[in-house]
């Protein structure tokens, strides 16, 4: 028991480091472990599942839209990234690069997978003869590889988990339909699924995906008032089909290029909702992802130990087979609080009480993890409560997370308030930009807060270049980020 003691240990308090915090936490939570190479980590069981749990939902929004799962290699030849100019400009600087193999010097390096634009535009070439064969619309869950100098769990790692959709198309109408209506999948995704509220606009040119004609993004508030880019979607135009002369026959019997799209996310997700949603205690999951949703654990003497284990067996069953994610904690040599306080540090969204009083009543007791609202009910009623709990639970947490945003968003018309902004407080800030490249830089030298989008719908419109002074083409999200 000694190992398992240590979980039940003090947290670093946000206030005081952040970093040290949201550290502790997801070590402590079990979620994963260093490996031996820099900057790549071990996904455990507990941590794992949380992605498995997106996978499974974005996979049947995916198919629910057309879209298919294949699967494609990790090594790229070096001259498939020199086919597109600024791909390799972008990439270059976080590649890896496979030189030789089986003792042989390699005629070609091979790149290990930042992104797959152009192998997936390689084989599309092959694929696509006419305009019966469009649109192709294909998803892949893989591994990518990128050289970070600087690491941390989940949010930046050398090697990360991701979905990335590549899609090609007649015409640049259908290609952009299907960017935004991607990148609205997202939103929707990380807010109802993951309780994370975004903003969702358009990327600076600064900021677009390397080849891309126009990148878009969903932008989420840590509770340290950093950024995290949740996910993005890219309309490719014909740049990547030009490359790689993806051309189709179309109606009109002329020989035309395809629009192609690329989106993705990636288990940045998972660093985002414990920095969104986790306090001084632990880990606060989202029920729709936690591994655990309700924690069952049997209160009472010796003497009534077996009949209360029992009838929170029968208990269980029910709620496992109204598809419930359940556990049952009957460990005799560990007390009820320190299991009270191991499992809200993991996050567990709901625990469930039974002692042999609330046998005798036919009731238990249902605490919220994100409220610490106790709630005794009618054991005949277990399952409707308990799904009632975890819908409340889910909205609690979107509604404190919005607020957070909402507390930490600021209104900013000069450089000399941005400043102050950052340096005071912590938050984004909203500002205008007239859309000089020279401008945008410099806030950030200044401010240290990069451009993070153009919101679709800003709470208010700038007239005025937050750096220049010039009248303003964009009002822009600013932040630090991570």
Not at 172 to 196: G, P, Q
Not at 282 to 298: D, R
Request: net charge negative; hydrophobic share 35%; aromatic share 10%.
């Amino acid at each position: 028991m000694a190992k398992d003691k240590q979980f039940v240990t003090e947290i670093t308090p946000q206030s005081e480091d952040f970093s040290r915090w949201y550290i502790d936490v997801i070590k402590k939570g079990d979620l994963m472990d260093y490996s031996p190479v820099r900057g790549c980590i071990v996904f455990k069981p507990e941590g794992y599942e949380i992605w498995e749990h997106i996978q499974e939902e974005m996979n049947r929004r995916l198919k629910e839209t057309g879209h298919r799962n294949a699967y494609f290699p990790v090594f790229i030849p070096e001259s498939f990234f020199q086919k597109e100019k600024d791909h390799i400009e972008g990439f270059n600087p976080e590649l890896p690069w496979v030189t030789e193999a089986g003792g042989d010097v390699l005629e070609e390096r091979l790149a290990v997978r930042p992104t797959s634009e152009t192998m997936f535009g390689h084989m599309y070439s092959k694929w696509i003869q006419s305009y019966r064969d469009l649109p192709v619309l294909i998803n892949q869950w893989a591994n990518v590889v990128r050289w970070e100098k600087r690491t941390l769990p989940f949010i930046r790692t050398t090697e990360f988990l991701w979905q990335e959709g590549h899609t090609a198309h007649e015409n640049e109408a259908e290609a952009r339909e299907e960017t935004m209506r991607m990148l609205d999948n997202y939103r929707d995704f990380v807010e109802t699924y993951l309780a994370i509220p975004v903003i969702t606009g358009q990327k600076t040119p600064s900021e677009r995906f390397a080849g891309a004609v126009d990148t878009y993004s969903i932008e989420a508030m840590m509770k340290d008032g950093r950024a995290v880019q949740a996910a993005t979607s890219h309309y490719l135009g014909t740049k990547f089909a030009t490359a790689f002369e993806i051309q189709y026959l179309s109606r009109d019997n002329n020989l035309e290029y395809v629009h192609t799209t690329s989106w993705g996310s990636t288990t940045r997700l998972i660093g985002s909702l414990i920095m969104v949603h986790g306090d001084d205690r632990g880990l606060v999951l989202p029920p729709k992802v936690a591994p655990t949703q309700v924690i069952m654990i049997p209160i009472g003497p010796p003497k009534t130990r077996e009949a209360v284990i029992g009838r929170t067996d029968e208990l269980f069953k029910e709620l496992k087979n109204a598809g419930v994610r359940v556990r049952v904690d009957d460990r005799s040599d560990v007390t009820p609080g320190w299991k009270f306080n191991e499992y809200e540090m993991r996050g567990v969204p709901v625990r469930l009480e039974l002692g042999p009083r609330d046998m005798e009543n036919g009731v238990c007791v249902l605490v919220s993890r994100v409220t610490g609202e106790k709630k005794v009910i009618q054991q005949e009623n277990l399952v409707e409560e308990v799904q009632t709990m975890l819908e409340q639970v889910h909205n609690e947490m979107f509604e404190r997370a919005l607020k957070f945003r909402e507390d930490h968003f600021y209104s900013v018309d000069s450089l000399e308030e941005m400043k102050a902004s950052m340096d005071e407080k912590r938050g984004f800030a909203l500002a205008g930009w007239c859309g000089s490249e020279e401008c945008e830089s410099k806030v950030k030298e200044e401010t240290g807060a990069g451009s993070r989008n153009i919101p679709f719908d800003p709470a208010e419109t700038k007239q005025v270049c937050i750096c220049c002074g010039q009248p303003a083409k964009h009002t822009v999200v600013f932040a630090k980020a991570y």
